[in-house]
């Protein structure tokens, strides 16, 4: 029995192959048992490449170039790649934006669950098929029995993306990581998936690495969060921490951009400028060009520095 974190990232940094242009810089974070941690930033910032490095698939083009990913315990670097594979399959599952992509247009949605089902947990098929069924009812799927024969154009997209959770259940993961779950799904359709995702925390004490970049999602599910901008971690607190008295810039830029669901409307504050991507990114803070409180301090790189308790955030100007 491990009781320490699920999972690790320490120093994580990733590469573009071809022009040697860092994306991921020193990525830093970890996730206990049972917590969500929520990753956000704008479009750009890193936090995809961060879930396809944890979870060992890196486009071709980008390659790990240091840090450590320690995974309930064990580093995966120690491992040859065939028992990384095997243990990531065993202990980590991802859900996507779009489950259309992720599942396979030609199998019923049930066999999928199946064969997780006999290749991770070695189940004999009719036992298989009768979890596959749990699994779909466990998700909010009605008549789970009928939907183990739909194919996936058959469903909606978000039972869809119910499938998607089933099937990533089914490997009983120490950890999930969910990038944008909801995100392609209209608003009443996000928030049941979203209640769902509550649910399998609460009940199986499921740890959660939410990528969005949807602070509402945040409020709602996540204990942490990981503010990240081209690929740095600007800012680690938990969530209450976060949205009372975020410290870095960026931070706070975000949040003072976030449309408001109670109170008065106000008007959206957007951030000047973009995300600097690789190749072009600027020395020392990532964020100094487009942060009003830069100092000449800014041309070295800032450290992640203690904030307050649990509070960590890379800024100059916070001490
Ligand atoms: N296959 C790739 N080849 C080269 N660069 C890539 C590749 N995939 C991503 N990048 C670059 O890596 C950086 C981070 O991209 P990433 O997709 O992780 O951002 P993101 O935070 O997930 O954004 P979004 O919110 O739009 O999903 C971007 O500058 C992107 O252009
Ligand atoms: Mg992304």
New binding site residues.
């Given amino acids: 029995m491990t009781t320490g974190p699920v999972l690790v990232v320490d120093g994580l940094t990733t590469e573009?192959r071809r022009t040697t242009a860092t994306?991921?810089e020193g990525v830093t974070f970890s996730i206990a048992e049972g917590e969500t941690v929520a990753?956000v930033?704008?479009?750009?910032?890193?936090?995809?490449?961060?879930?396809?490095a944890v979870m060992g698939l890196?486009?071709?083009?980008?390659r790990r170039t240091a840090g450590s990913i320690v995974l309930g315990g064990t580093d995966l670097a120690a491992l040859s790649a065939g028992e990384v594979r095997a243990r990531r399959g065993r202990d980590l599952a991802m859900i996507f934006?779009e489950p259309l992509s992720a599942l396979n247009p030609v199998m019923r949605v049930g066999t999928q669950i199946v064969e997780v089902l006999t290749r991770r947990r070695g189940l004999p098929s009719h036992a298989a098929r009768a979890e596959a069924i749990r699994l779909l009812g466990r998700v909010g799927i009605a008549r789970p029995a009928e939907r183990f024969r739909a194919f996936p154009h058959e469903l909606s997209g978000g039972m869809r993306q119910r499938v998607m959770i089933a099937a990533a259940l089914a490997a009983q993961p120490r950890l999930l990581i969910a990038?944008?779950p909801t995100t392609a799904l209209d608003v009443t359709v996000q928030a049941q998936i979203l209640d769902l995702l509550r649910d399998l925390k609460r009940d199986i004490g499921l740890a959660l690495m939410l990528?969005t970049?949807d602070l509402g999602v945040v409020a709602e599910l996540a204990d942490r969060v990981v503010v990240?901008y081209?690929?740095r971690v600007a800012e680690i607190a938990p969530a209450t921490t976060l949205f009372d008295s975020a410290r870095h810039p960026y931070s706070r830029a975000l949040l003072a951009s976030r449309p408001r669901a109670h109170g008065p409307r106000s008007a959206l504050v957007p951030i000047e400028g973009a995300?600097?991507?690789?190749g072009t990114m600027p020395a020392g803070c990532r964020f100094r060009p487009r942060c009003s409180l830069a100092t000449v301090s800014c041309a070295s790189p800032p450290p992640l520095h203690a904030a307050g308790p649990d509070h960590l955030v890379a800024c100059w100007a916070v001490q």
């Fill in positions: 573009l994306i991921l990753v930033g704008e479009s750009g910032s890193g936090k995809s490449m961060l879930a396809l890196l486009p071709r083009a980008i934006q990038d944008e990528i970049h990240l081209a690929g995300v600097p991507t690789a």
